[in-house]
């Protein structure tokens, strides 16, 4: 839903002061044209506007990168919300601000992600529009875009004033052409004032039409009132129009024009435009009477002050940006570069160069390009935008970017424009960048590690040629398939739980097992994080291959609980099962003893007795499932474990083993015992080994250590 911005408390005179400068729906200009551009360049986006926020409507006066819109809504308009702020409004994402999230130019087209705008403010302080930048991705600007923008945005609010002065300006020298033309018109209705002016006493006579100008009242201004001139404009002001009365005298003219800053009767000041003639000489032949018109040029004066300001500050922003502006003349030829052109050229300023020294700047094996770019433009009227090697007047090698068109006055090319900008610092960030990037991607290729990414649902979107070579896959082969396909199907519950933890966590660290194309397993050990950066949410995959460590613990584990004559578990196996929450189940549990072993090892010897301790636990692995465990305790003592057995299921397997003695190395007793939820695996244990005893306990007279 979009959330249009509230109107400014002046928004009346906001309004009013916009029409005044009847700048809507006019046409293009080359000055907000490139400043858009600049801007656009600056922030590095797409997108440059100089918008200017109507009643109901924000129309562009300049558009760079969105070709074909001149206007859209006000409710919908970002700019809206810019010209309530002091400073620049900078939008990094606009999908998380909860004012333009459901904006439809955030929506749909032109797809708004990063906004930054800066309010174009007019000397009186009302803001008209904005000097924005757009892009389709998010972002930030830092310090020195932020700085630029506003100062390009002042730069926008000059030339709109200096508008609205030339309106002024116009005005003003219409009155001063009208005011020229014949005293009878000035006496039948102008706001000039008739002046006579005694040079040698000072003295000046004023007509009661003066009160138009320095806002005395017509009895303060009785017709012909003598006023010190002094009075009015100070003695340095007044020494200046005496001596330059003199010098015109000097010289044989009997006109004379100056141009004298007076005080206003209300205190302030003005400036006034004197023309007349001198009508009578004094002794010695100087000057005597000097008479003629005046007129307030106070707008005018002002307007040129302001438009040296304005030069100075375009001056001061092109420093600031490296950007320089240049015409050349399609009749004659002549190319005029701005200051800022001349800095980049390396020349100094006011340096007028021919066509020919103007192309020889560009590297050789650029002018190709530039000339052809100058034909295009000036035949069909195509723009250029290009980016080429430069070599300044001092030998320096620079990158610019030349860009400009050609103007028309009806069908006939009059002039090409355009502007230079010194992009080298910009070229050489972006070849660091892409060589960064290259370095990155072999790095990302040839490590020894797996590092991938995948989507939210486990499919490979990329994956290093070491990790693929290690699985005995090509990369190809791997790419856009389910992780899943790598892996054993009683993994695939474990790998989803994965997903899972990473979609609420963001993140995930732990072992995941794959399969090599030949079925070996490797086990990697992986750290995992979600980006969510881009456009696309995925995962960013890093691991290590610990399989050997893997083998290796898994080795180390196993000599470490298994008996290294018969191969079958040992005591510490028992410990470990007691404190494994997970084998907190049922357990069957046989006691195995051997009948008569010392007799055997007595007799035969050690060697001999060892052999049938290898034999015996051969016997029993045979007659266990898979899941079972045959424990030798010691001697001639085995424990044998049925996982998740009965009473009945360890009866069955007892008796089976006693059916078949006869296959065994030797006799043996057993006796059964059960692990369940009210007893541990010792109480199971001491049970068979209870019962064991009583079986023997019923044989007449055995002795275990019978010979």
């Known amino acids: 839903m979009t959330r249009p911005a509230p109107l400014p408390p002046n928004e009346s005179r906001r309004i009013a002061r916009l029409h005044e400068l009847a700048v809507l729906d006019t046409g293009s200009e080359p000055l907000f044209d490139a400043l858009a551009r600049a801007a656009a360049m600056v922030a590095g986006t797409p997108i440059g506007m100089v918008t200017l926020v109507d009643a109901h409507r924000q129309w ?20 809206a919300h810019t010209i309530l702020e002091d400073g620049l409004l900078e939008i990094p994402d606009a999908r998380a601000d909860e004012r333009f999230a459901g904006n439809p130019l955030v929506t749909g087209s032109p797809d708004i992600r990063f906004y930054a705008g800066a309010p ?10 904005a000097l924005c930048v757009i892009d389709r991705e998010p972002r930030q600007l830092d310090d020195r875009q932020r700085a630029i923008l506003n100062e390009l945005a002042h730069v926008v609010s000059e030339a709109l004033d200096q508008r609205a002065l030339a309106i002024d300006r116009n005005s003003a020298l219409q009155r001063e052409a009208d005011a ?88 302030h000041d003005i400036w006034v435009l004197f023309r007349g003639r001198m009508t009578s000489l004094g002794l010695g032949g100087q000057p005597h009477w000097i008479q003629g018109t005046a007129i307030d040029i106070t707008a005018r004066k002002t307007a040129e002050t302001r438009l040296r300001a304005s030069e100075a500050f375009l001056d001061r922003t092109g420093r600031m940006a490296a950007v320089g502006g240049w015409e050349m003349d399609l009749d004659t030829y002549k190319i005029t570069w701005s200051d800022a052109t001349c800095r980049i050229h390396g020349v100094t300023e ?17 002018r190709p390009l530039i000339e052809e770019a100058f034909t295009r433009a000036i035949s069909s009227g195509s723009n250029w935008d290009l980016e080429l090697p430069f070599v300044t007047a001092d030998g320096r090698d620079i990158w610019v970017r030349t860009f ?32 960064s990037e290259q370095r990155f991607r072999r790095l990302f290729q040839n490590s020894l590690g797996l590092i991938c990414t995948h989507d939210l649902d486990g499919v490979i979107l990329s994956i290093n040629l070491a990790a693929a070579r290690t699985l005995g896959y090509r990369v190809a082969e791997m790419m856009g398939r389910p992780l899943m396909d790598f892996m054993r199907a009683e993994l695939h519950v474990a790998f989803a739980a994965y997903l899972e933890r990473v979609r609420a966590n963001g993140a995930d660290s732990g072992v995941l097992e794959l399969l090599a ?13 979600l980006d969510t950066t881009g456009p696309e949410t995925y995962v960013l995959g890093h691991a290590q291959d610990i399989t050997e460590r893997r083998d290796l613990e898994r080795r180390l584990r196993e000599s470490a609980i298994r008996d290294p ?19 907190r189940i049922a357990w069957g549990c046989i006691a195995i003893d051997l009948d008569r072993f010392k007799q055997v090892n007595d007799t035969y010897g050690h060697q001999r007795g060892d052999e049938v301790l290898v034999a015996m636990a051969q016997f029993l692995r045979a007659h266990v499932r898979p899941d079972d465990a045959v424990v030798r305790l010691g001697g001639d003592e085995f424990l044998v474990m049925l996982h998740g057995a009965d009473a009945d299921a360890t009866h069955a397997i007892a008796t089976r083993m006693l059916d078949d003695r006869n296959e065994a190395p030797i006799g043996f007793t057993v006796g059964q015992g059960l692990r369940h939820a009210g007893n541990t695996l010792e109480d199971a244990i001491a049970e068979a080994d209870r019962k064991l005893y009583e079986v023997r306990a019923q044989r007449p007279a055995y002795s275990r250590h019978a010979g």
């Open 350 to 366: 006011g340096y007028a160069p021919s066509m020919r020294e103007s192309l020889a700047f560009y590297a050789p094996e650029a």
């Open 120 to 129: 174009i403010a007019l000397h009186d302080g009302l803001r008209m529009g």
């Open 565 to 583: 004559l018969t191969g079958c578990f040992n005591r510490r196996f028992l410990a470990e099962v007691e404190a494994d929450p997970r084998q």
């Open 180 to 267: 020229g033309e014949r005293l009878a018109q000035i006496i039948n209705g102008t706001s000039a004032g008739i002046w006579r002016w005694n040079v040698q006493t000072g003295e000046l006579e004023l007509d009661g039409r003066w009160v138009d100008i320095i806002g005395y009242t017509p009895v303060e201004m009785a017709p012909y009132t003598t006023i010190s001139l002094p009075t009015l404009s100070g003695p340095s002001a007044w020494q200046r129009m005496v001596e330059r009365a003199r010098l015109l005298a000097a010289s044989g003219s009997d006109e004379f024009d100056g141009e004298l800053q007076l005080r206003h009767k209300h205190g």
């Open 60 to 79: 562009f006066k300049a558009n760079h990168g969105l070709p074909g819109v001149s206007e859209t809504p006000r409710e919908v308009a970002f700019c």
């Open 517 to 529: 194309k030949d079925g070996t397993r490797h086990t990697w050990q992986y750290n995992n994080m």
């Open 404 to 435: 400009g068109s050609a103007e028309y006055e009806g069908d006939r090319p009059r002039r090409l424009v355009g502007a230079l900008q010194d992009i080298t610092v910009r070229k050489q960030a972006v070849e660091a960048l892409a060589e």
